[in-house]
T-cell receptor, first 114, second 110 residues
Framework: DTAVSQTPKYLVTQMGNDKSIKCEQN?????MYWYKQDSKKFLKIMFS???????INETVPNRFSPKSPDKAHLNLHINSLELGDSAVYFC?????????????FGPGTRLTVL | EDQVTQSPEALRLQEGESSSLNCSYT??????LFWYRQDPGKGPEFLFT???AGEEKEKERLKATLTKKESFLHITAPKPEDSATYLC???????????FGKGTKLTVNP
């Protein structure tokens, strides 16, 4: 059983388009995250939701909008895509209510903007 | 200012040649130091959480240790299947976010 899944795995699109990436977790976790991994493999937090409430919102262009319809799903919508948005986007989830909770990552979505 | 620095950036070992990876951090109120393994084209896979200075954890050929300023990931008698990028991350008190280092790419040659 896949714990954290993302769709699509690959996304190739033109500059200026709008696209969405979906994430689902079946671990029963309360908190979900979006990370961006750039070409140098540096992994950086973008957003986090806890029980559908936004709790982390890093310095990310407002073209990026996360949406959490329920605590098992966290989607990422990107408007007016730019070349610099090309990266691998990872979804992750973790339990809350205790310290030191580890995060579990999905397989990633490789976004290429042409 | 980098809060998490990993060294070396890349490491090549011969099978059976033990070594260590370093992760130094500057956050205050540490609420966990995490080690992940990432294979090409995949998401990071959780390995260890370390809570306090002096703590050690082991898993197969890997052993992670923690001091007040850094963590080491010791790899004993590595095998080619240990080849991957190893990521270190820290969580600071009062925050849910993980801050990652840039990783160490380990290659183990047969």
């Amino acid at each position: 059983d896949t714990a954290v899944s993302q769709t699509p795995k690959y996304l190739v699109t033109q500059m200026g388009n709008d696209k969405s990436i979906k994430c689902e977790q079946n671990l029963g976790h309360d908190t979900m995250y979006w990370y961006k991994q750039d070409s140098k493999k540096f992994l950086k937090i973008m957003f986090s939701y806890n029980n559908k409430e936004l709790i982390i919102n890093e310095t990310v262009p407002n073209r990026f909008s996360p949406k959490s319809p329920d605590k098992a799903h966290l989607n990422l919508h990107i408007n007016s895509l730019e070349l610099g948005d090309s990266a691998v986007y990872f979804c992750a989830s973790s339990p809350t209510g205790g310290d030191y909770n580890e995060q579990f990552f999905g397989p990633g979505t490789r976004l290429t903007v042409l | 200012e980098d809060q998490v620095t990993q060294s070396p950036e890349a490491l090549r070992l011969q099978e059976g040649e033990s070594s260590s990876l370093n992760c130094s951090y500057t956050v205050s109120g540490l609420r966990g130091l995490f080690w992940y393994r990432q294979d090409p084209g995949k998401g990071p896979e959780f390995l260890f959480t370390l809570y306090s200075a002096g703590e050690e954890k082991e898993k197969e050929r890997l052993k992670a240790t923690l001091t007040k300023k850094e963590s080491f990931l010791h790899i004993t008698a590595p095998k080619p299947e240990d080849s991957a990028t190893y990521l270190c991350a820290v969580r600071q008190g009062g925050s849910e976010k993980l801050v990652f280092g840039k990783g160490t790419k380990l290659t183990v040659n047969p």
